[in-house]
């Protein structure tokens, strides 16, 4: 089973940098047309110009927008279709943590926006893809998770419930939308990522300590399974949340 994507069409969202950028880039070297979005314009079209230099790709769109904003989903769900002629991967890597610590001091409107832009964008995004190209060609969504959406870790809490709520989403999605769209999920661990500096800048060592891999996570890790969970390699796993942890759920922690 072939893990190229020559002729196929990507959406990856949030891919201005970080783990997106990596899966972006991960499938524009295999072969697929690629479009990203970010909240930023300038920092979109920096990271396509970078993707296409990198890969030697002239097939990467860059199409701003925040991903909690409805005319933003469908101007990038409707642009990929009009530039590519197709759209067969979604990826739903969009994500925001604005809430830190202890649930019932949490402003529930910063919840309240972690919920809208990790759960409900995914949803609505995969829903104009559904409409637009999925439901009468086929293809994969592929959604990314959290360890802390299967392990409470007391500091990120709304957080890990938006990602808990995610993978029962892939869930669902992958009943509902299957055989012609497999739906799967996968669920990182601290990955190197500005994103994520919060939860290892400054004691980077000790937090590669409680991994039984003794590293953190690189973008690149995580978009190498994407790239098969989405491709036809991986053509009978559907509903499915991998982890790529470095092992650390395997210690009885999320980190």
Not at 169 to 182: I, N
Not at 210 to 220: D, N, S, V
Request: glycine content about 12%.
């Amino acid at each position: 089973m072939s893990q190229d994507f020559s002729g196929k069409a990507a959406l990856v969202t949030g891919a201005s940098r970080g783990i997106g950028y990596g899966i972006a880039r991960e499938l524009l070297s295999r072969g697929a047309a690629v479009t990203i979005t970010g909240r930023k314009p300038e920092a979109c079209a920096s990271a396509a110009a970078s993707l296409a230099e990198e890969t030697g790709s002239d097939r990467v769109l860059a199409v701003p927008g925040n991903a909690g904003d409805d005319a933003a989903r469908e101007e990038a769900v409707t642009r990929t279709v009009e530039t590519f002629g197709s759209l067969d991967v979604l990826v739903n890597n969009t994500g925001i943590n604005p809430q830190f610590g202890f649930l019932m001091e949490a402003d529930l409107n910063a919840v309240r926006k972690i919920f809208d832009v990790n759960v409900v964008a995914a949803l609505g995004f995969a829903q104009l893809a559904w409409k637009a190209w999925l439901s009468e060609h086929g293809g994969a969504i592929v959604n990314v998770a959290s360890v802390g959406g299967l392990r409470s870790t007391g500091v990120i809490g709304a957080y890990g419930a938006s990602k808990a709520a995610l993978i029962r989403l892939t869930e669902e999605l992958a009943w509902q939308l299957g055989p012609r769209v497999r739906v799967n999920a996968v669920a990182p661990a601290v990955v190197k990522t500005k994103f994520a500096e919060a939860l290892w800048s400054g004691r980077e060592e000790e937090a590669t300590q409680q991994y039984p891999m003794k590293r953190l996570g690189t973008p690149q890790d995580v978009a190498s399974l994407v790239a098969f969970l989405a491709s036809d390699a991986a053509s009978w796993i559907t509903g499915e949340t991998v982890r790529v942890d470095g092992g650390i759920l395997a210690t009885g922690t999320a980190g």
